[in-house]
């Protein structure tokens, strides 16, 4: 079957008008060839039934894709999928529309900077599992996974070695006062695609806030860790290089606030940062701090 092309924003009302071999017609031959069209057909089918229409809930882009998300007209089901620059499918995920309104429109009682220098591109971010994987585990369900970018893009050259990384070896700094209670150092930063399932944080600081507020900054550089258990740091002070360190694909910082230092029983808390704007995937951010 050969390919063919479809504008992005037309995705919704394709899908929802059943025109599904359309649709199949614009995925990758990667993609064709891992889902027969009549699997797709009878997935996509019962997925789509009884819904009126879908309309786009977010768009970003990164690593020279376009990311699309749309919600249906009850906000029960929704559809990401991910074009190329020539509008060719590479990636479509199905699945229910689940949000937690409970902790969704809980905030943390203490305001947080970004604990970085520069300017990052929020690759997980969000109160909903599609811009945010994290979403689904409540110890980690409103954490940020950040990266650096430039023209798009998180390395250059090679994706084979830490150093082509820009976010590697760049500060991380101190989200807000407070005393450094848990750390982790000298664990290896893996070559990006190996991952260390056993210490999933890997080199990591932990910072006890006011109100029993934890910040959580892993994935730490190997031996960059500047602080120790015990010491008073000051928001904006820098605690460790960002790494490759744990169970990551690639080096990021992992960034969240849990109302408990336990970090597999913790519940995770959503952000409330300094300048009142909460960051989603897609975003550019920076650390508003000015001392």
Not at 25 to 49: D, K, W
Not at 111 to 136: D, K, L, Q, T
Request: some cysteine; hydrophobic content about 35%.
């Amino acid at each position: 079957m050969s390919i063919s092309f479809i504008k992005p924003e037309q995705f919704g009302q394709l899908f929802q008008s059943e025109n599904f071999e359309e649709i199949y017609r614009c995925m990758s031959a990667g993609f064709q060839q891992s889902l027969p069209l009549e699997q797709f057909i009878t997935v996509a089918s019962s997925f789509n039934e009884g819904v009126q229409s879908y309309q786009i809930e977010f768009k970003s882009s990164s690593q020279n894709l376009h990311h699309y998300i749309w919600v249906d007209d009850q906000r029960e089901r929704g559809i990401a999928v991910s074009f190329d620059k020539s509008n060719q499918i590479q990636s479509l995920l199905i699945k229910p529309y689940i949000t937690y309104p409970d902790t969704d429109n809980q905030l943390t009682k203490n305001a947080y900077s970004m604990p970085i220098s520069g300017e990052w591109f929020v690759f997980w971010g969000g109160a909903n599992e599609f811009i945010n994987y994290h979403y689904a585990y409540e110890h980690m369900r409103y954490a940020y996974d950040l990266v650096k970018v430039r023209d798009g893009m998180s390395f250059q050259n090679t994706p084979t070695l830490c150093e082509n990384f820009y976010a590697f070896n760049e500060e991380i700094l101190a989200p807000a006062d407070g005393k450094v209670i848990q750390l982790i150092d000298g664990l290896v930063d893996y070559t990006p695609g190996e991952m260390d399932a056993v210490n999933a944080a890997g080199n990591y600081v932990v910072i006890e806030h006011a109100n029993k507020e934890y910040s959580l900054l892993a994935h730490l550089k190997k031996d960059s860790i500047q602080v120790k258990i015990g010491e008073l740091v000051k928001e904006g002070q820098c605690i460790g290089k960002c790494g490759n360190s744990g169970n990551t694909s690639e080096p990021h910082l992992h960034f969240q606030v849990m109302d408990s230092p336990d970090l597999n029983n913790a519940k995770s808390l959503r952000i409330q940062f300094k300048d009142g704007v909460e960051p989603i995937q897609g975003d550019m951010v920076s650390n508003i701090f000015r001392g």
